[in-house]
């Protein structure tokens, strides 16, 4: 079992930054990819970025060349640097653990429990 917890969302003005951040406990060893999705009202959710423990990363179009994240491995932690937020990427921000395996498919899925980001004037 692991237990997955988000912190750092919040309201923001459009072009600023955000920083998230989500730490996996537990039986870790089970964990070898960690990463963000979003959720917005009405739609589905959606991948933002995931990073395995080789450094391996992957982000949505949307948010590429905005958005990094970064991992400490010791600390069994990720962040998402969110950098020219728009309106677009207001969102309930959910923190996702678990195994990827060789075809990327993911395999004992912890989720956490969602951060609201809101980007508005």
């Known amino acids: 079992q692991v237990q997955v917890v988000e912190s750092g969302g919040g309201l923001v003005q459009p072009g600023g930054s955000l920083s998230l951040s989500c730490t996996a406990s537990?039986?870790?060893?089970?964990?070898?990819?960690m990463g963000w999705y979003r959720q917005a009202p009405g739609k589905q959710r959606e991948l933002v970025a995931v990073i395995t423990n080789g450094g391996s990363r992957n982000y949505a179009d949307s948010v590429k060349g905005r958005f990094t994240i970064y991992r400490d491995n010791a600390k069994n932690t990720v962040y998402l640097q969110m950098n020219s937020l728009n309106p677009e990427d207001t969102a309930v921000y959910y923190c996702?653990?678990?195994?990827?395996?060789?075809?990327?498919?993911?395999?004992?899925?912890?989720w956490g429990q969602g951060t609201q980001v809101t980007v508005s004037s």
């Open positions: 537990g039986s870790i060893f089970s964990i070898n990819a």
């Open positions: 996702k653990a678990g195994l990827l395996d060789v075809r990327s498919n993911w395999r004992t899925v912890y």
